[in-house]
């Protein structure tokens, strides 16, 4: 089989990130991805997030950030893997969900790169590309298999059948699991410029998770869908009332409270979707769980009990591949180009437009 190298780039949120991925060798060394929001201020950061998320200015930022470090994060993943715009044999470009803003961005750099060498372009599905990543880490991964797509945006359950054939067994109703994360981490007060999930997963460490107690949201419900809407008011009343005593154990337990009520929400809706999945496709054998949330540890042992119940595989691709990156679109491009979908190169633009 021919060797394919892909260029991968991701630009629907507020990371900048390429990759560039062989069929053969895998991805290249390091990658390129650049937070966009760390080229702000320290309380710019905040404001785009908070704004990012909910209309208003920030997107126009995002997009600046964006712009300005997307030639060089493309030209550090090629240069991460020796290569030129001559040895590529298309480009992958994530085509949403996300900010179109955003995403127009690296779309007018994928097509740019793709016209001036003449490569075909390959538009790819975020959650799509959250997904397909676990087969360049797992190359016994074969469909069907099960996904759990957890992000700041999304909380998916999927059936996935084979590239491009996906069933969604369940979604969110209203937050995703990240986004509740990354409210309890402000509302604690927490450092998140890494980001409030993993701020809060490290401070949970130190707490009783059996301190404060939370519902566990849509029990009621026999299906696969979630809800994080009401877990995020739980947490915030408990934060409000208890501001009398903010000590750094209090805010522990109220992390660790949270993260083992939010986490048991997946554990039981991913137990019922396996049921799902194995009356659906009797040889399902293994559960992905994919997508920036995935990175925290607790969840990965809280889901491997789960998998180890019912008798099946967990693959969760390691965290830099789990948080938005080149590499997975890249992946995924190379995917699809191999069954032939793919877009024909697009016009080369005037010379003083290359970059
Ligand atoms: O997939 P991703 O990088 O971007 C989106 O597509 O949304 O996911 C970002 C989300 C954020 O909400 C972030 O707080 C969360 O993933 N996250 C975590 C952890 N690392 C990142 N949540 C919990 N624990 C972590 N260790
Ligand atoms: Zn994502």
Redo the contacts with the bound molecule.
């Keep these: 089989r021919e060797e394919l190298v892909v260029l991968g780039i991701e630009t ?2 507020d ?1 900048t990130a390429a990759a560039v991925v062989s069929n053969r060798r895998g991805f290249y060394g390091q990658w390129g991805n650049t937070r966009s929001d760390c080229i702000f201020p320290k309380h710019n950061i905040q404001q785009a997030d908070l704004l990012s998320r909910y209309g208003g200015v920030a997107p126009k930022m995002a997009e600046e950030a964006h712009s300005l470090v997307i030639d060089q994060v493309v030209q550090q993943a090629l240069d991460a893997s020796n290569l030129t715009g001559e040895d590529l044999s298309a480009v992958a470009v994530t085509i949403g969900p996300g900010l179109s803003l955003c995403l127009r961005v690296g779309v007018t750099k994928a097509r740019r790169v793709a016209g001036r060498f003449n490569l075909p372009i390959i538009g790819v599905h ?1 959650m799509e590309a ?1 997904a397909l990543v676990a087969r360049l880490v797992d190359s016994d991964l074969q469909f069907p298999f099960l996904a759990l797509l957890i ?4 909380n998916l359950l999927i059936l996935a059948r084979d590239v491009g054939h996906y069933v969604q067994l369940g979604t969110t109703i209203d937050d995703a699991i ?2 509740a ?2 409210k309890t981490a402000r509302w604690l007060g927490l450092n998140i410029s890494k ?4 701020a ?2 490290e401070l949970a460490r130190e707490g009783d998770s059996d301190s404060v107690k939370f519902k566990i949201p849509m029990r009621q419900y026999k299906d696969c869908n979630f809800s994080y809407a009401g877990l995020k008011t739980q947490v915030r009343l408990a934060i409000e009332s208890r501001s009398a005593f903010q000590d750094r154990k209090s805010r522990a337990d109220i992390a660790a409270s949270f993260q083992r009520v939010a986490v048991l929400h997946l554990e039981e809706k991913c137990e019922r979707a396996i049921q799902w999945a194995k009356e659906m496709e009797p040889s399902i054998n293994c559960l992905v769980v994919s ?3 995935a ?3 607790y ?1 990965r042992s809280r889901l491997s009990y789960v998998v180890e119940r019912n008798r099946i595989r967990l693959v969760c691709p390691p ?1 830099k591949l ?3 990156n080149g590499v997975m679109v890249a992946w995924t491009g190379i995917e699809h180009f191999l069954l032939g979908r793919f877009d024909q190169p697009p016009p080369a633009r005037e010379p003083e437009d290359y970059v």
Excluded: A, F, W
């Design positions: 629907s949120c990371d975020h959250h992000s700041g945006g999304h990240g986004e994360y990354d980001g409030g999930g993993p809060l997963e997508g920036g949330v990175s925290n540890q969840i965290p789990c948080t938005d």
